[in-house]
């Protein structure tokens, strides 16, 4: 049960079927958008690394508002083109303005709306 | 909103700025940045370090170590809107070729702070308000000092006024008849267009303006903008000829020397950067899709430079890169263009070279480059380079491609045993 809710193992559906307490328990970053990235899910541990109140980020357009860093052909680019991803991929993000290492997984599916990036510390 | 903690709003505040801001050491160690700089550090870093400026910056603008290096002030602006030209080719032209402003200010002895912001559009309207400013400026300036003169389709001149001989010399009954571009000798051996392509350019667009070396009567030479306008009667499809207008340039004065000189060079190798490198393939693009004028491109990487970093420091290797662009400028043509393109990669543009000839010029810099002898206090130190030659036919027109088929038979030459340059495919194109 736990393999299944690890960092790669998790399923898009199954992040989607989660309720917010239950995503507050994974112990990495869930950030939750939809088709026009407005932020529809954001977890306590992303909220913890970003310093970043969930109330404050959820509505706003993330690739703006909040991860501008990730906005270029290496990630939000890939929303656009690619319906479907399952991609981990090494990065660099400024979270409180420290460049830190992480890995971010990329989740869109052609049947779900709603699009996930995990990031992992 | 009384619940949000003030640093939080801060961090809020910084997430969102759309322009980015970093801090670093005087090493380029980036201690604080925020998201909006990581967008645009993290593509150019590639494979490097994105957590250090200059190794981020290394590919794309290598002169911003040395500008930083050679800022004298303890404290103050070191550069001011420096733009780092993102992309050489045209890319896939769905949008504005990259360009990024980049403002470093000296906090104190090891302190930096840089701001980076992507001013693309900027440029793009500059460089269309600047073709109209020459149009406009040339239409306007000195409306006397044109020499006036019509031709027929085949180049023959049919009338000219006062000021044409004024300007060249020629009595305009002597050369009525005669082939324009044998009366001006314009000089075409560096790749200026020959009066007959500019016509072929004037029957298509309406009009042309080019500037370039002619020849006066008395053999003296000029710097000389010519516009071709064509004409024609009613519904004449064809033109029945051209308008011809001569204007005597005097070449620009020492301080426009001096500013283009800032703008089009490297700062540390005195080469072409790489801002210019890109404007002169674009503009040789354009003549290879009109007149198929060849052009070839070298690109030459020079072999374990990292080393003579590492051993004998970044100063010397900065002689070793000011002294390879030395002697291989000094080699080129007269329109060929030496282009410093990254940290230790050069590139050679040669409009009307074709490939034989650009491999013959590629062993020539190699020679050289193997040659140079650099004095350190460790003993002489040597080098050699690996060479990569393309050609716009090979590529098909394609700017990115003709880079790429470069870089990949440079490296081809790297894996090959380095200092040579990649000969095979010679004749499969």
Redesign the interface.
Known sequence: MQEELGFEAVSLHSLDEMGDVERDTLPFGVVGFAADTAVQVYNATEARM????RT?VIGVPFF???????????VAQRFEDEPEIDAVVP????L????TKVRLRLLASADTVRRYILIER | MTERSSEEQLLEFLYACPVGLLECDAAGEIGMMNPHAMQHLLPLAGPRNAGNLFSALEQHAPELRSIIAAFGSATGRVCDGHRIFVELGAGRRTAAPKVIACTVVKLGPDRLMATLTDISQQVVQEQRLRQADTWFGSLLDGINDYAALTILPNGRIVAGDACFTRQTGYDVADVVGRDLSDVLKTDASGGDLRLDEQLFLAERDGWHLQEGWQQRADGERYWCQRLVVARSDCNESCPTGFSVVLRDVPRRAAAAEDLRRLLTRDHLTGAANRRHFSQVLEREQTQWRDLRHSLSLIVLDLDHFKVINDTHGHPVGDIVLRRVADVCAALLPPRGIFARLGGEEFGALLPRYDREQAIGLAEDLRTAVAAIKVETQGGILSLTASFGCATLDEAEGSIDVLIALADERLYAAKHAGRNQVFHSEAYAA
């Open positions: 970003s310093g970043l109140d404050s703006e508002a909040v991860a501008q860093c990730m906005n270029n052909f290496m990065y660099i993000l400024t409180r303005m420290r460049p």
